[in-house]
């Protein structure tokens, strides 16, 4: 379930004012900040998904046009065309070694992607250092004389101070001294997502090779990162898949999330009010099949204080992920037992039925919460607890009474 379905679930238990809703939003710049990455990863999603699809139809439809339009010249003159079959499969190799519609998008998509990391970076190093400009580093704490003379006040020396600040952790130094800025200064603790480091410094130094290097593969990158290609040589056009660009989409969303719920939780107040980051984030995870990265979700839910519900909604969602991935009743029983379900919500009760392989109360509840209105047309499609369902006939002709 997703950060839709948290915020119908607590809105009986909301009483704020719009006025002091609003006040809330504007006192926690984190949300803000996840909102410009978390509609940078979607319009990521959509452009891989379905912009890349019709790049690649459009390359194949080009080269089989070319090769037919070949073999109809060869044979219909073959007096007047000398070519041999090997002179034709160079021909045709040519062409596919030059930059194909689906190339360029999958580099440009790539480095558009880890952009969207650096973007996470920037806006989380300036909230800190604006919060805490003593932090600044000694190195960038001082003012030349030529610099000094153009500024006119302490905010702007501030502010000046701050974006050379971020210039140098963006562009002088690695990932590394990043992850240690938010680890040693703010408190983010980054072991649940040491094992994808590698992964995320792959995709940064892929991101600097298409844009200093024209996408060629360097000394560096074999010797840091040359795994399973062995073949792989210093000069050779690095090759990125629709299932990598997939891959690194979710690994960019899944490791920028996790750093923002992380800074959230050390600077922004009242984090038992606050909408719970990493909710959204595993809805999408479990909804693609993206299960390598839930574990950590959940361990987050157990060792840091939220809110029942967003709790609860990490336990539910954690459990499908489970179930998907085939795991027994006895496996999810063990996991649904650790939380108290006293005071639940007659969807938790619902979903939890599903979980367990009781149908019939499954059912039941979905009749009453559809009589009910309190799940719509628009849930039934969302909610991933309902994948378990969607192709049985009495599920079938359930949802058909829905407007």
Not at 128 to 138: C, Q
Not at 243 to 267: A, K, P, R
Not at 292 to 299: L, M, R, T, V
Not at 368 to 381: V, Y
């Amino acid at each position: 379930m997703s950060k839709k379905v948290t915020k119908k679930l607590q809105k009986n238990n909301k009483v704020d004012s719009k006025e002091e809703q609003h006040l809330q939003s504007k006192k926690d710049p984190i949300k803000r900040i996840q909102k410009i990455f978390e509609n940078n990863i979607f319009l990521h999603e959509v452009s891989v998904k379905e912009i890349g699809k019709h790049a690649k139809g459009y390359d194949q439809n080009i080269l089989k046009e070319l090769e037919e339009t070949l073999k109809n010249k060869v044979e219909k003159q073959k007096k007047k065309v000398k070519i041999t079959s090997e002179e034709f499969k160079l021909i045709i190799n040519i062409f596919k070694k030059h930059p194909t519609q689906n190339v360029l998008f999958s580099k440009n998509t790539l480095a558009s992607l880890v952009s969207t990391l650096d973007v996470l970076f920037a806006k989380l190093f300036e909230l800190y250092y604006r919060k805490h400009p003593e932090k600044l580093s000694l190195d960038n704490q001082s003012i030349s004389f030529s610099d000094l003379k153009k500024i006119t006040s302490v905010q702007e020396a501030q502010d000046f101070l701050i974006s050379r600040e971020i210039e140098s952790l963006l562009f002088k130094k690695g990932l590394t001294e990043r992850l240690v800025v938010l680890s040693s200064e703010i408190g983010v603790d980054v072991k649940p997502i040491e094992s994808h480091i590698f992964n995320v410094r792959k995709l940064i130094k892929i991101r600097n090779l298409i844009v200093h290097n024209e996408g060629l593969i360097d000394t560096d990158y074999i010797s840091k990162f040359k795994t399973k290609d062995k073949e792989l040589k210093v000069g050779d056009h690095i090759k990125i898949s629709h299932e990598y660009l997939i891959e690194s989409l979710y690994l960019i969303y899944f490791f920028g999330t996790y750093i923002l719920q992380e800074v959230q939780l050390h600077l922004s107040e009242n984090i038992e009010s606050h909408d719970f980051l990493l909710n959204n984030l595993l809805h999408t995870l479990i909804k693609n099949s993206q299960f390598e990265y839930i574990k950590p979700i959940y361990n987050f839910s157990q060792n840091h204080k939220m809110d029942e519900i967003n709790k609860k909604l990490i336990v539910l969602n954690f459990c499908i992920g489970q179930k998907k991935q085939g795991k027994d009743v006895d496996h999810i029983k063990k996991i649904l037992v650790l939380e108290d379900w006293t005071l639940e919500k007659p969807e938790f009760e619902m979903c939890k039925n599903a979980l367990l392989n009781n149908h019939k109360d499954f059912y039941n509840l979905l009749e009453k919460l559809i009589l009910s209105k309190d799940i719509t047309k628009n849930d039934i499609e969302e909610w991933i607890i309902f994948d378990f369902y969607k192709k049985e006939p009495r599920f079938k002709k359930l949802i058909k009474t829905l407007n």
